[in-house]
C-alpha cells in the first residue's frame, strides 16, 4: 500500500515483442489488473493481404489468454494453416505466416477499424472476448510506421523483420507519422495526473519496440515531469538479445551490444535499470552514467521466472 493507504497507483509497462509480453505476463500474476496498465507498440503494425495487423498488441493477447505459441514468439499455439495452403495456390503472398485461428483476430480488428471503431476500442473488445483483465493500451490510435534504413534502402519493419529475416544491414530507423500522432489517451493523462506511480520499460528492443512509444510526443516530457520512478529492464544479457535483432542493430549502428550501451540509450529518462546476474560487471559503468542499476535473473524461462523479475521489479519502486 502506498502511504497513507491511498490506493495504490498505477504501473505502466511499456512493451513491444516477445520479451515484453513475457515480463507482462509475470506481472499480471503479482498485481492485480486494476494497477497494470500496458502500452503496446503499435509501430510494427502494417496493412496485410486487407487486414490491419497489430503484431505486439496480438503477442501480449495471446500471452495474457495463454494461447501463445510460445516457441514461435507469435501467433497461436495448436494452429492449423489451411488458409495459408489454400493461400499459396493461389498464388498469394505467403511470406508472412498466418495461422487460422490467428486470422480471425485480423478479420475481426479489421472489421471494427473500418467501421470506425479506435484501435483502443478494438483492443480492449478483443482482450474482453479473451478474458482478459489487463488493461491493453495502443501507444496511439494514430497511424505510427517504423521504417528500417538498410543499406539496400528503406524497408517498411515487417519486410525487415520477417521477409528479408533481418539480414540488411541497419543505418537507422525513423518512424512514420509521428510527429501527428496522439499519445494514447489513456496514458498519457494518467502519467500527468500522478495516476501512475512507476513506469517499467519491459526488455523490448530499444530501438524498434520502446522508441516509437518513448517518441510520441509529450511522452518523454511526461515521463520526466512524473514523481515516480522509470525503470528498464535490459532487453541484452551478455551481448546478446534473449531473442531478435536488437544485439545486431546495435552492432551494425556502431554501438557496443552490452548492457552499459542500453543504459546510454535510455540515459536521462530511466532511473533505475535492471540488468542480468551475467553482466555484474558493469554495474560501475553503469552508475557512471548516473542511472542506478539492480542485478538479478532477467532470462524468463518459465513462469516462475517472469513472476520473480515481475516481482523484482515491484519490489524496486
Ligand atoms: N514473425 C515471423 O518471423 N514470421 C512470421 O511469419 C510472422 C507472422 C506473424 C503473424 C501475426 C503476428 O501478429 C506476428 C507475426 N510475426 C511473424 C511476428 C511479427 O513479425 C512481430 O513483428 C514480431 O513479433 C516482433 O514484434
Same mark, same amino acid.
Given at each position: ?18 520479451? !515484453?509480453? $513475457? ?49 514461435? !514468439? ?17 498464388? !498469394? ?149 534473449? $531473442? ?74
Amino acid at each position: 500500500m502506498t502511504a497513507g493507504g491511498a490506493t495504490p497507483k498505477t504501473v505502466a509497462v511499456l512493451s513491444g515483442g516477445v520479451g !515484453g509480453a $513475457k515480463l507482462v505476463l509475470g506481472m499480471s500474476r503479482e498485481i492485480s489488473a486494476e494497477r497494470l496498465l500496458v502500452v503496446a507498440n503499435t509501430a510494427d503494425d502494417f496493412k496485410h493481404l486487407g487486414f490491419h495487423i497489430s503484431p505486439d498488441i496480438d503477442t501480449l493477447i495471446y500471452t495474457l489468454a495463454n494461447l501463445a505459441n510460445n516457441e514461435h !514468439g507469435w501467433g497461436r499455439a495448436n494452429e492449423s494453416w489451411s488458409f495459408m495452403e489454400a493461400l499459396e495456390v493461389l498464388g !498469394g503472398e505467403t511470406w508472412f505466416n498466418l495461422g487460422d485461428g490467428d486470422l480471425a483476430m485480423h478479420v475481426e480488428r479489421t472489421r471494427r477499424l473500418t467501421a470506425g471503431e479506435s484501435l483502443t476500442d478494438v483492443t480492449a473488445a478483443l482482450a474482453d472476448a479473451l478474458g482478459i483483465g489487463v488493461k491493453i493500451l495502443p501507444m496511439t490510435d494514430d497511424r505510427v510506421t517504423t521504417i528500417v534504413e538498410t543499406t539496400t534502402g528503406p524497408l517498411m519493419f515487417q519486410h525487415y523483420f520477417v521477409r528479408e529475416r533481418c539480414e540488411p544491414e541497419v543505418r537507422g530507423f525513423r518512424f512514420d507519422g509521428i510527429q501527428d500522432a496522439r499519445p494514447n489517451p489513456g496514458f498519457i493523462d494518467a502519467l500527468r495526473s500522478g495516476r501512475i506511480g512507476a513506469v517499467i520499460i519491459a526488455p523490448s528492443n530499444p530501438f524498434v519496440s520502446v522508441d516509437p512509444i518513448l517518441d510520441l510526443p509529450g511522452i518523454r516530457a511526461a515521463l520526466n515531469n512524473m514523481n515516480g520512478p522509470v525503470i528498464a529492464v535490459s532487453p541484452i544479457v551478455k551481448g546478446s538479445a534473449i $531473442k531478435g535483432p536488437a544485439a545486431k542493430m546495435m552492432r551494425e549502428l556502431g554501438i557496443r551490444a552490452n548492457v552499459s550501451a542500453v543504459a546510454q540509450h535510455y540515459r536521462g529518462l530511466v532511473d533505475i535499470i535492471v540488468i542480468d546476474e551475467a553482466d555484474r560487471d558493469f554495474e560501475e559503468q553503469i552508475r557512471a552514467l548516473g542511472i542506478d542499476v539492480l542485478v538479478t535473473n532477467t532470462v524468463m524461462r518459465t513462469l516462475e521466472d517472469r513472476r520473480n523479475l515481475a516481482r523484482f521489479c515491484l519490489g524496486a519502486i
